[in-house]
Structures are given as structure tokens and as C-alpha cells.
């Protein structure tokens, strides 16, 4: 809780001035109301400088009776019921700031939802942030949390309509060749992935790791087995010592009918670097199986699984060994 308040106290402090300037614009306040507003929110800002929180809540209180409608108020106020576990009071809060500032309080009650779950929740998450970006269609986080939940609604075309907007303000850069690839990935189209992937390389085209994202989708799109040897060599030459990249083309000429003996080496370095790495040893493991050394091959197979502790890798491994048992 106290963590949230400190948060809240720097929300605040930056927040101060620009509340209090906002309030003298507010033509159903007199003058004497906007006096005390400013009053009261200084004195809550004090109060949590000083870790009296109960007052800074009271204080606070005195803000949203003396204007019901001050969006930054009621979403403070969220907060502070959030920090106190007060959910359903904290939601109601964060309603209501939205429904008075739709343009700059949609974040907490989108959340919110979210965090509850559900289509419905999703879809009004997805209303909410739609409004606000048509009143501020300039907002960065608000474009990147759209995308993002568009994406959670599998709305893949908007996904890339939002990329454009963002990128228009910022430009292409390597977040928007992942987002772009991933969308079209969902789409079932790896070549467009494989475009925008392209698109970034032009602008640093040594970028290991957009290289061996590239070799995947040149695997998705059926490019030659020629191909993609020729291209893994061309990642190894730039860094020789990279291990992931030594395990992942060790991985796929393994897989794909290619030199054994050159996979086994490579693995091998990359156990001798890395011996508890359970990716490592799984693939060194699944590279002696097809060089008929099953019992090794399961020896090391199990290690991969006593240091697996991601579910989908453990699944791999399991795969691994259960076709090897099957074959014994």
C-alpha cells in the first residue's frame, strides 16, 4: 500500500498546479470554492508527504464535495481505494473520472475492465479508449494500449491501422516491425510478416535478433532448405560465438536433413557455455537421438528437463522423449 501512496504522491505533486489552474476555468465554482479546492488538494498533498493517509483520503473527500465533476479528484480516488483493497469503491471511482473527463481519465476504469475480463468487458475496455483517442487522437499511450487490446480481441486490421497511426507520429522503427509481423503472423500471412521484418532490416540490417526472426518466417513462407543454410551462415559469420544462433542452426539442419556432425558441434559448444540451459540440451539431446545415440540422447533429454521451468519447453522436451521411447 505504501508503494501505491508514494506513487500517488508523485501523480500529485506534478498534478498540483495544473488541477488548481483547471478549477479557476470551472464557471459553476465561485471564487472562493476554487480557493478551497486548491487549499484542500495542497493540504492532501501534504498529508501523504507526511504518511498520513486517512487525512490526505478526508482532504481529498473535501475536493470531490466541493466539484463532484474533477476527473483528476475521482480518479485519485480510485487509487487510493485501489491501494486499500477497496476495489468495488475503486472502480466506481475510476467510472465516474472517466464519465467526467473522457478524454484524459479512460485509463484505470479501461483497466479495470480488462482485469475483470470477459467479451463484454473487452469491448466496452475497447469503447471507452476509442472515444478517448477520437478526443486526443495524439496520445501515444492511448494509441499503444489500443493496439494492444485489439490485439487481445484478435481485431488484427486494426491492430495495423493503430501501427499506422503510431508510427506516423514516431516513425518505423523495430517495435513496429514486431507488432506489424505478429499481426499479419495472426492474419496467416508470413509473407507480409516477412515484409515488415524486411522493412526494419533496411534500416539496421546486422540486427541478430530481426535476422533469426527472419529465418522463421522464411521457414513459414517454404523457402529452400538451400536458403535458409545459406542465410544461417550468413547470421553465424556476423557472430560466431552467438549461442542462440549456434543452437538454432544447429537445431534446423538437424531437423531438416542437414550435416549432423556440423549440428553436434554446435550444440555441443553451446552446452559447454550454457550447461543448465534446458533449450541447449534439449536440442543437443534431440541431434544425438537422430544420430541414433538414444540413450545419451535421453540422458541429456532429462536434464533439459530437470532445469525446464517454462510449461511450453517442458512440453517440447516431453515430446522429445517420449518419441524416442517410443521408438526404443
Excluded at 51 to 72: H, R
Excluded at 184 to 206: C, F, R, S, V
Aim: aromatic letters at 12%.
Amino acid at each position: 500500500m505504501k508503494k501505491v501512496l508514494v506513487i500517488l504522491l508523485v501523480l500529485m505533486a506534478n498534478s498540483l498546479w495544473l488541477t488548481a489552474k483547471e478549477q479557476k476555468k470551472d464557471l459553476s465554482l465561485t471564487v472562493e470554492q476554487q480557493q478551497q479546492f486548491a487549499y484542500y488538494w495542497y493540504a492532501a498533498k501534504q498529508a501523504i508527504e507526511q504518511e498520513k493517509y486517512a487525512d490526505a483520503l478526508v482532504l481529498l473527500t473535501f475536493c470531490e464535495q466541493i466539484n463532484p465533476n474533477d476527473g483528476k479528484t475521482l480518479d485519485f480516488l480510485g487509487s487510493m481505494y485501489d491501494a486499500l483493497n477497496n476495489t468495488g469503491l475503486a472502480k466506481d471511482y475510476y467510472r465516474r473520472a472517466y464519465e467526467c473527463d473522457p478524454r484524459d481519465q479512460w485509463f484505470h476504469y479501461s483497466e479495470v475492465l480488462l482485469k475483470e475480463g470477459g467479451n463484454a468487458n473487452l469491448k466496452e475496455a475497447l469503447r471507452i479508449m476509442e472515444q478517448a483517442l477520437q478526443l486526443n487522437p495524439t496520445d501515444e499511450k492511448l494509441l499503444d494500449r489500443l493496439r494492444m487490446c485489439y490485439g487481445q480481441a484478435e481485431q488484427w486490421k486494426k491492430v495495423l491501422a493503430i501501427q499506422d497511426r503510431i508510427d506516423a507520429l514516431n516513425g518505423y522503427d523495430a517495435y513496429s516491425a514486431v507488432n506489424r509481423a505478429n499481426a499479419w503472423n495472426q492474419m496467416g500471412k508470413p509473407k507480409k510478416a516477412l515484409e515488415a521484418i524486411d522493412k526494419y532490416l533496411e534500416l539496421e540490417p546486422t540486427n541478430i535478433r530481426f535476422m533469426l526472426f527472419r529465418v522463421d518466417l522464411m521457414e513459414r513462407c517454404r523457402f529452400k532448405k538451400s536458403e535458409l543454410f545459406a542465410y544461417y551462415e550468413k547470421i553465424l559469420a556476423l557472430n560466431p560465438g552467438n549461442l542462440a544462433i549456434l543452437n538454432n542452426y544447429a537445431y534446423y539442419l538437424a531437423e531438416h536433413g542437414g550435416d549432423l556432425q556440423k549440428a553436434e558441434r554446435m550444440s555441443q559448444i553451446t552446452i559447454r557455455e550454457e550447461p543448465t540451459n534446458p533449450v541447449y540440451l534439449d536440442t543437443y539431446g534431440w541431434i544425438l537421438h537422430l544420430k541414433g545415440m538414444d540413450d545419451l540422447a535421453l540422458f541429456y533429454l532429462n536434464k533439459a528437463m530437470d532445469y525446464a521451468r517454462d510449461r511450453d519447453m517442458k512440453i517440447i522436451i516431453s515430446q522429445h522423449i517420449a518419441v524416442i521411447k517410443r521408438n526404443k
